[in-house]
């Protein structure tokens, strides 16, 4: 019996390590990073995305999240690519990155409730194709926007 334990405790073991995350075997490496300018004025928020990929992987397709602190009005046209998935959160398609490749820059324009006199924005990666991505910290960015219209470089 003691036999046993010992295979069933190493199957659960690598079991348990191909489930967490930067640990998939095979699994293409690749650096996500999001950077731009987002600005807010009279209960309006622009906000314009460049998404890079870093390497040295490519990325067959990725979305990006952006989290709101205010909600969006409920009924506006979001660029295409671009879908609500929950009351403050909206997810966009950055399609495929190319290995050191920048995609195409992801514009979204969006009328907030009421005429907040502040919005926080977090924008992370929703989904990288199945790549591992051991630095995190460039494709979570967390922006305090002020109602003045100036622009907030992230």
């Given at each position: 019996?003691?036999?046993?334990?010992?295979?069933?405790?190493?199957?659960?073991?690598?079991?348990?390590?191909?489930?967490?995350?930067?640990?998939?075997?095979?699994?293409?490496?690749?650096?996500?990073?999001?950077?731009?300018v987002?600005?807010?004025?009279?209960?309006?928020?622009?906000?314009?995305?460049?998404?890079?990929?870093?390497?040295?992987?490519?990325?067959?397709?990725?979305?990006?999240?952006?989290?709101?602190?205010?909600?969006?009005?409920?009924?506006?046209?979001?660029?295409?690519?671009?879908?609500?998935?929950?009351?403050?959160?909206?997810?966009?398609?950055?399609?495929?990155?190319?290995?050191k490749?920048?995609?195409?820059?992801?514009?979204?324009?969006?009328?907030?409730?009421?005429?907040?006199?502040?919005?926080?924005?977090?924008?992370?990666?929703?989904?990288?194709?199945?790549?591992?991505?051991?630095?995190?910290?460039?494709?979570?960015?967390r922006?305090?926007?002020?109602?003045?219209?100036?622009?907030?470089?992230?």
């Amino acid at each position: 019996m003691r036999r046993m334990r010992v295979p069933v405790v190493g199957a659960a073991a690598l079991v348990m390590a191909a489930a967490l995350p930067g640990s998939a075997v095979g699994a293409p490496e690749a650096d996500l990073a999001y950077h731009g300018v987002v600005s807010m004025a009279g209960g309006r928020m622009d906000l314009r995305l460049t998404p890079r990929n870093y390497g040295p992987s490519a990325v067959p397709d990725a979305t990006v999240r952006l989290r709101l602190s205010v909600a969006p009005v409920n009924k506006q046209a979001l660029p295409a690519g671009c879908v609500r998935s929950g009351a403050r959160v909206m997810l966009c398609r950055v399609g495929a990155l190319a290995a050191k490749g920048v995609a195409r820059q992801i514009r979204l324009r969006v009328r907030l409730r009421g005429t907040p006199s502040e919005v926080r924005v977090e924008i992370d990666t929703a989904w990288n194709g199945g790549a591992v991505d051991r630095h995190r910290h460039n494709d979570r960015q967390r922006v305090l926007v002020l109602a003045t219209g100036d622009e907030y470089a992230f």
